[in-house]
């Protein structure tokens, strides 16, 4: 009896984790129109979102959900940057608003990652924290553009509206 115990655990965790993980992938083609419609808005190259949840297999060194303009680099295989050391992510932790940035190229503060610039084609970008209850910062959206940009109040209120859509539908806050 004690097998069949065993066996029927082990069978309802599988369920459990193909229900998560199919939950997961629901969530992440949500986060995916969200950011379509981002990038329409912002007039944007690339819109991107990264989070840390553990119970979704999200790490904020890889992207969660993207969106490009065609012919644009994607950013969602690389994992290569430290993005928590990164100065801009300890900029949002500090500030904990949105991070405009018209140019990242000449003289920026905070600096973004190097990589961004270089393998990336970034010359602008916004950011908006995604933080926690307990002002902890879970990830963030950013939005790239391939040359520099100065932004609008309506593109900037589309990085709200952005925000407050993923929080929503990740529970990022509540």
Sequence with gaps: MLGKQ???????????AMTKSAE???????????????LEDSHGDRTTIRIDDESRGWNVN???????????????SDGS??????????????????LVQPDI????????PPALMS???????????????DAYLAGWISVHYL??????DDEIAALDRASEE????????S
């Excluded at 655990?9 to 599988?14: K, L, Q, V």
């Excluded at 040359?147 to 609008?152: G, K, L």
């Excluded at 993923?166 to 806050?173: E, F, P, R, S």
Aim: glycine share 4%; net charge positive; charged share 25%.
């Design 119 to 133: 393998a990336y084609a970034a010359k602008a970008q916004m950011l908006a924290p995604l933080c926690a209850r």
């Design 62 to 76: 890889f992207v969660c959900a993207e969106a490009v303009r065609p012919g644009v680099k994607s950013l969602r």
């Design 105 to 112: 190229v000449n003289s920026p503060d905070p600096a973004p």
């Design 81 to 98: 940057i430290n993005q928590r050391a990164a100065d801009t992510v300890k900029w949002l932790v500090k500030n904990n608003r949105n």
């Design 24 to 38: 997961t992938q629901q969530i992440k083609k949500k986060l995916d129109a969200i950011l379509a419609r981002l």
């Design 166 to 173: 993923v929080k929503l539908l990740t529970g990022i806050g």
């Design 147 to 152: 040359e520099t940009h100065e932004f609008t």
């Design 6 to 16: 065993r066996i029927n655990t082990d069978i309802c965790r599988g369920t459990t």
